[in-house]
Every structure is written in structure tokens, then in C-alpha cells.
């Protein structure tokens, strides 16, 4: 054992042990992993179905002690990082929406100490903190709706771009002891996310406007249900892949809940349909 990773396992232990006592004195419970299909940034500022399914659900969570998002918009090519701020920041990473949209602010508090037990949790690559990051649309945009009070601790993990699916998913494998600690794994993305080839006009509706999107979320829905994670972390194996996932930042975070999900945990579908005619808003719970 080289002694960077001994002192990683020394630290690991060491938090351990001190959540243990905390958690024997105030027992927490074991929380759900979530994934998100957070469409466009207009979401947070709209009255549609999908939001209205977004504050029910929240309000059906147990409450979480803090959140770790894997959001699509933190992408860090040969490297994984994770936020440490106290008081993330509210980023507007996106441009031409209005005023209203890059005027709102999530204040939700960091939670730099779950954060850093994080990043020494994670086997498959070293993991760093960071404070050059904050909240992206990608992650307070839905939580805007499910936590409007923004009041529960919040931190980021960013996707390693270079790395493949089987990558992904397992960080999320080893991110899934934290659950217990009563941390809500969310990850958000869309299982489907191709915006050259939307169709802007197009109704919101369970069905897509073009063939290739929907093969694709059948399929991934189709597997899904029988928990095959590798045909999942396989992606592009699947019907319509190219078209459907024709860059994979917007997939990947799924691949995170998956990983932090038991094998044996159903995913329950808690919200589905296609905006913008090719754009899927499937919405997941496992637990």
C-alpha cells in the first residue's frame, strides 16, 4: 500500500468513526438515489407537469442530511472534483433565457466535510476538492422545485469526460455508502439528449417526434427494468444510440445513480415524457 493511499484509508476510517457516533446518537435513514431529466434551464422558472411531478416528489423525499448531484454541466476531462465550498455559488451557465432566469438564486449551504469523506471514497481515481465550482443549472433547477426552501446542504461531483460508462457507474458504486449517512445521490442529465435534432414545436407527449429517440428510451427503459446495468453502461450498443446520445454528458449522470443503487433496488419511474418533440424527461428513483 503506497502511503498516499494509507493515508487516505486513515482519514477514511477516521471520518468513519466519527459518523458512527453521530449517527448512534441521532439514527439516520438509509436515503434513495434519484436521477433527474432536467431539460431545458426554463424549467426552473415554469408551471408544467413535469415541475408540478418535481415538487410532489420532493415532498414525498425523506429529508436528507445533504445532496450529492452529478449534474451534466460539471465536466472535468482527466480529473474527478467535488465542491467545497460552505456557500457554493449559483451558476448561470447558460445564455439567451430571460432576465427572470439569470436573476434566480439557489442558496442552499455547501457541505464541505460529507464532500471531502466523498472524494476519499471514491477507488477509482483520486478525487480533489474543489472551490472554483458551485451549483450549475443542472442541478439547481430541479432542486429549486424539489427542495424550494434551499435549505439542505448541496454538493457537486463532476464527470471525468475521458473515462467510459463502466467508469461512471462504478464511482457511483463507491459513492453508495453515504446513503446510509443520509445522503440523497442525484444525478441529472437526460436519458435522451440530442439538441441539434429537436423539434421545438412539438407537444409535450409520452411518445417521441422521431423514431431513433424513441427506440432509444424503450430500450434503456426495457433494461432498465431488469436491472441490466451493463447493457446501460453499453450504451451505445442500443437502438438509436448514435442519434440519442450523440455526446454522453447528458447520459453519464445516470450511469452515477445506477452505480449508487443496490442491485436488487427497481427503479421506479416518477416522471416520463418528451419535450421538445426528442427530449427525454424520464425521472428515476431507486429505494
Known amino acids: ?67 450529492l448531484s452529478v449534474s451534466a454541466h460539471w465536466l472535468t476531462p482527466g480529473q474527478t472534483l467535488v465542491t467545497v465550498d460552505d456557500k457554493p455559488k449559483t451558476i448561470h451557465d447558460f445564455g439567451g433565457f430571460p432576465r427572470e432566469l439569470h436573476e434566480m438564486q439557489y442558496p442552499a449551504p455547501g457541505a464541505p466535510a460529507i464532500a471531502r469523506e466523498a472524494a476519499l471514497r471514491v477507488k477509482q481515481s483520486i ?65 435522451v439528449h440530442n439538441l441539434r435534432a429537436t423539434d421545438r414545436n412539438a407537444p409535450v ?14 430500450a434503456f427503459k426495457s433494461a432498465l427494468a431488469g436491472r441490466d446495468d451493463k447493457a446501460l453502461m453499453n450504451y451505445t450498443r442500443l437502438p438509436g444510440a448514435e442519434m440519442a446520445v450523440g455526446t454522453p454528458d447528458h447520459y453519464y449522470p445516470v450511469l452515477y445513480a445506477l452505480g449508487a443503487a443496490a442491485p436488487n433496488e427497481v427503479a421506479k419511474t416518477t416522471f416520463e415524457a418528451f419535450h421538445s418533440g426528442t427530449l427525454s424527461m424520464r425521472c428515476l428513483q431507486f429505494g
Open 1 to 67: 500500500m503506497t502511503l498516499i493511499h494509507s493515508r487516505r484509508s486513515l482519514l477514511l476510517a477516521s471520518l468513519a468513526c466519527m459518523a458512527d457516533i453521530a449517527n448512534a446518537q441521532s439514527p439516520v435513514r438509509r436515503m434513495p438515489v434519484i436521477f433527474i431529466g432536467h431539460g431545458s434551464p426554463m424549467n426552473a422558472i415554469s408551471d408544467n407537469p413535469f415541475t408540478r411531478a418535481l415538487r410532489a416528489w420532493g415532498a414525498a423525499l425523506p429529508r436528507p442530511t445533504a445532496i
Open 127 to 191: 478525487t480533489q476538492g474543489s472551490d472554483q465550482w458551485g451549483l450549475d443549472h443542472g442541478t439547481w433547477s430541479v432542486l429549486h422545485h424539489l427542495f424550494p426552501k434551499a435549505d439542505i446542504p448541496v454538493f457537486q461531483l463532476s464527470i471525468d469526460y475521458d473515462r467510459p460508462g463502466a467508469f461512471h457507474h462504478a464511482v457511483g458504486r463507491d459513492l453508495s455508502a453515504l446513503r446510509d449517512k443520509g445522503v440523497l445521490i442525484m444525478g441529472s442529465g437526460n436519458v
Open 205 to 218: 407527449g409520452l411518445t417521441a417526434s422521431r423514431p431513433w429517440a424513441q427506440a432509444f428510451d424503450d
